[in-house]
């Protein structure tokens, strides 16, 4: 009886694994022959858990790229960045500064008036040794106090001309300040435009995802009935995974195109706020020469020209009156003496003072003023052609973008239809994932292309706006607006 318990429990044990390795064997076959033909809920998820792995307490999605409640149009930033920028601040300090120094030049024609007290105790050389003990004694000098009295009264012209100079360069400032103004706008603009992009972008990637995701869904299903092989699925998966990539990045690019906005306006830790408009094409109708002609009467930087060659030319003639002399008018009372109040004194007098003169260096001060006159001359003329260069090239890139958007639009729009008709190929299963995933690629980057394009549209009218120094309204808009 033990011996066949024995046999029985070793059969046992010979048997089990033989069979649990037979059945492990027929199930690696099975699978092997199932390869393709089972979805696996671990390998292919619901269309929503298709994305990038992200770490615990790790985000790159930004919740809700418009979540303030402020609201702000292109013309709200504008007037912030006018209140707000410190290159505008810096410019205005420099124009009060200016202010300043025309009344330092001014200054000259005013009286000059001095103090003086003092004390000095008194021994002379000369006395001491010419009279012995006599001659060399102290004494005490007081001044207890001597005030004079100073008017110049005519300097032939010098000071005019320092005044002028001076006001020439406040005018200068005054100007500079319209040109910081001018690039601070159009800097806002172009960033502005680069947020409403960066929204665009968005918007496309989120479309793209939800496109993807019917992809996704759409195999997936074909997969689960046996229609279409596992190879769809996988490509739609992939799909859907590089999709929501991108949304990632789109709402990182709008993180970044806020802080850009903010920093042109002068507001760096301004919080999140919604914008309230999106890219469109508003008509430009001027010419290049229209365009030439209303910079001459609003550029900045062409208006300053003149005023900077006038500044090199008061220059010069400031330094060829450096043998000139002034006429002046003083008037001097002291009181002290051996003691503080002992005695009093007075002198009155008019002057003709003669400069000290150094024929060399007035020379050559008037040889290096008359080479600033006519290096201003050139520069002045290089600045005219660059700015005439500046506009034609903005120009051009305007016109050029404005051309551009009607075939950008056809592209989207054809684009549009491939994706629908490649689409709904595939969704009556006549269709390849390679057909649907070009299309839907077309279809992406014929959006982006267009929204891009729109974009350097707006920006090259910003462009040209600042090279012009004036805005740009179409009259028609201007009419509508009215009514």
């Given amino acids: 009886m033990g011996k066949k318990l024995l046999i029985l429990a070793l059969s046992f044990m010979l048997i089990v694994p033989f069979c649990y390795a037979k059945d492990k064997n027929k199930t690696n076959k099975e699978n092997i022959k199932n390869i393709g033909n089972v979805i696996q809920k671990e390998e292919y998820p619901e269309a929503t858990n298709v994305a990038p792995y992200i770490k615990d307490n790790e985000t790159y999605v930004v919740e809700g790229s418009v979540e303030k409640n402020v609201d702000v149009t292109l013309n709200e930033c504008i007037r912030y960045a006018l209140g707000n920028n410190p290159r505008i601040r810096e410019a205005m300090e420099d124009i009060l500064a200016s202010d300043a120094r025309v009344k330092q ?106 496109k993807f995701e019917l992809f996704y869904n759409q195999a997936k299903a074909f997969y689960e009935i046996g229609v279409n092989p596992k190879v769809d699925v996988t490509i739609a998966e992939v799909n859907l995974s590089n999709a929501k990539l991108e949304l990632i990045q789109a709402n990182n690019a709008i993180d970044i195109a806020i802080a850009k906005l903010n ?53 010069l003639q400031l330094s060829k009156k450096a043998y000139f002399p002034n006429l002046s008018v003083e008037g001097q009372f002291a009181v002290g003496g051996k003691n503080p109040t002992s005695t009093y004194g007075y002198n009155v007098g008019g002057y003709l003072n003669f400069p000290t003169i150094n024929g060399m260096l007035i020379k050559n001060q008037i040889s290096e003023a008359r080479a600033n006159y006519d290096r201003e001359v050139a520069r002045a003329e290089k600045t005219r052609n660059s700015i005439y260069l500046e506009i034609q090239q903005a120009y051009y890139t305007l016109d050029e973008k404005k051309n551009q958007l009607p075939v950008a ?44 394009t729109l974009y350097q549209y707006n920006t090259a009218k910003a462009n040209l706006e600042k090279a012009i120094g004036k805005n740009l309204v179409d009259r028609d808009m201007v009419i509508n607006l009215e009514k």
């Avoid at 001491?128 to 102290?138: I, K």
């Avoid at 002028?164 to 319209?178: A, F, P, S, V």
């Avoid at 008509?283 to 290049?288: C, G, W």
């Avoid at 729009?413 to 690629?441: C, F, H, I, M, W």
């Fill in 105 to 210: 030049a001014w200054s000259n024609f005013f009286p000059k008036l001095t103090w003086q007290t003092g004390y000095t105790r008194i021994k002379q050389l000369q006395l001491a040794d010419l009279l012995g003990s006599q001659g060399g004694r102290a004494y005490n000098y007081f001044v207890l106090g001597q005030v004079s009295l100073s008017e110049m009264l005519y300097d032939f012209g010098v000071t005019q001309n320092r005044v002028t100079i001076r006001k020439l360069e406040k005018e200068t400032y005054k100007t500079t300040l319209t040109s910081v103004i001018n690039e601070v706008i159009m800097n806002v603009k172009s960033d502005y435009f680069n947020l409403l992009y960066a929204y665009d972008k968005r918007d496309v990637a989120e479309d793209t995802v939800k």
């Fill in 263 to 315: 920093n042109s306006m002068g507001l760096p830790y301004q919080t999140r706020y919604n914008i309230k408009e999106r890219l469109q094409y508003y008509p430009v109708n001027i010419t290049l020469d229209e365009a030439i002609q209303v910079a001459k009467d609003s550029r900045p930087d062409l208006l300053v020209l003149d005023t900077k060659i006038e500044t090199a030319r008061q220059n």
């Fill in 409 to 452: 639009f056809l592209n989207v729009k054809k684009a549009k239809e491939n994706y629908e008709l490649s689409y709904g190929r595939y969704k009556v299963g006549v269709g390849n994932p390679t057909e649907l995933t070009d299309a839907q690629v077309a279809y992406q980057k014929a959006q982006l292309s267009y929204y891009n």
